[in-house]
């Protein structure tokens, strides 16, 4: 003989659903201050490996613009071959606007230019994918 099923009784408590959890908050909302060196630098070296390139040397530095010389904020990189890069931030904000400039070794930059402009939002996924895609333009990245 089955067990009899069980109705729900008139009156008896729902539970309450679980309340959702808060989205994790994005890297790009951390302040510039740590987002650039704790977050983004590893993802750049990281893409850049990946990418074939060689093991680059990255930092942050607040520094003369290449080309201009106004200060600015910058992801300044260097690749074996004395090659440089300077990716440029017009204040401490990623939303900011942006330019990059290249040098081959022994040689300073000529021409700053406009980075990510088309962009309504900058993330960490496009800073990191269009520098690299800017270095493998020049040639400098994998088996060109």
């Excluded at 400039?101 to 939002?121: M, Q, T, Y």
């Amino acid at each position: 003989m089955s067990e009899p099923e069980s109705l729900p009784t008139a009156g008896a408590p729902k539970a309450a659903p679980a309340p959702k959890a808060a989205p994790a908050p994005k890297p790009e909302d951390q302040p510039f201050a740590s987002f650039v060196p704790e977050v983004l630098l590893p993802a750049l070296a990281s893409e850049i490996r990946r990418y074939g390139g060689p093991e680059p040397s990255l930092r942050l530095e607040q520094a003369p613009m290449p080309v201009v010389g106004e200060l600015c904020w910058q992801v300044v990189g260097e690749l074996p071959g004395a090659r440089r890069f300077w990716l440029c931030f017009t204040r401490d904000d990623i939303q900011a606007p942006k330019t990059i400039a290249v040098a081959e070794a022994g040689a300073d930059p000529s021409l700053l230019e406009s980075f990510l402009i088309d962009e309504k939002k900058t993330t960490l996924a496009l800073l990191v994918s269009r520098t690299v895609q800017r270095l493998n333009g020049q040639k400098w990245l994998g088996p060109n």
